[in-house]
């Protein structure tokens, strides 16, 4: 198998992170589903700031994604489009990725960042991305390596930077 090859098979991986419910296919539910399960563990009303910020983000990234994506056009996002559509366009520029999921992880850790000091507990990222249906195992190794700086807090940059890194690119 070449690296091409070993790519796409990583970034068809992580397209299951996407899908929430397991049908086949990303859509604006499996946000509204992973905005759900997270603002239910940390207690978090929808129509408060927080959850209004969360769900505009999610809408956000979903849309970025869909418009990136969805070739058809019929507001799902297959497996395959993922990989031949999304990738493929962001793939030379994780930046681009990067500023579509902004407002998702500036709201994902304005939830998690439980004394509102602009940064997350590296603890409260990892019982969000637990919320979010990332496996126990990698939330845990996630949060723990967002933590450049070994403060035991994460900001915006850190975590926008690595979740692009991570689905744009070859590394592991």
Do not use: C
Request: aromatic share 8%; charged share 30%; hydrophobic share 40%.
């Amino acid at each position: 198998m070449d690296a091409e090859d070993l790519y796409q098979r990583r970034i068809a991986d992580r397209f299951d992170a996407f899908d929430q419910d397991g049908n086949g296919y990303i859509s604006r539910e499996d946000f509204t589903t992973a905005v759900s399960r997270l603002l239910t563990t940390f207690g978090i009303p929808f129509r408060s700031d927080k959850g209004q910020a969360v769900s505009g983000g999610a809408e956000a990234f979903w849309q970025g994604l869909a418009g990136i994506a969805d070739v058809d056009g019929d507001q799902r996002v297959t497996r395959g489009e993922f990989v031949n559509g999304a990738v493929k366009r962001l793939r030379d520029s994780p930046e681009r990725f990067a500023e579509i999921v902004r407002p998702f992880v500036r709201a994902v850790l304005a939830v998690a960042d439980q004394d509102d000091d602009g940064q997350a507990e590296t603890g409260e990222l990892e019982r969000a991305l637990l919320a979010l249906g990332v496996e126990s195992h990698t939330a845990a190794l996630a949060a723990e390596s967002l933590d450049v700086d070994r403060s035991g807090r994460i900001d915006e940059e850190e975590a926008v930077t690595a979740f692009a890194r991570y689905f744009m690119t070859q590394e592991p």
